[in-house]
């Protein structure tokens, strides 16, 4: 870790997933009771799926739409863009069907 868990683990640990867990990544097809295989000195990080399988869950997969539209958290988003790109403001405003405000 680089410090954002503040003593909170212990032993080996990943902290950081990125947004294209939210938008059809591969780490965004995983399910509960997948086994995840992590090779730290190898630097890997693989699923023990078939690639068959991956792809009928890539082919099943849909996006989730906003839960906010309306409020406060609508309208910052219609201002705002991703947070990977530096989260400016920018003028004017277009339908949001991405759910950055959660990731």
Known sequence: TDGR????????????VGP??????????LQDGDMIVIDAEAGTLEVELSDDELATR???WKPRMTDYNSGTIWKYAQTVGQARL???THP???????VFADL
């Open 58 to 60: 890539k082919a099943a």
């Open 5 to 16: 868990f503040s003593g909170g683990t212990r032993g080996f640990c990943i902290g950081h």
């Open 86 to 88: 530096g989260a400016v």
């Open 92 to 98: 004017g405003g277009h339908g949001e069907t991405h």
């Open 20 to 29: 294209e867990a939210a938008d059809g990544g591969p780490i965004g097809l």
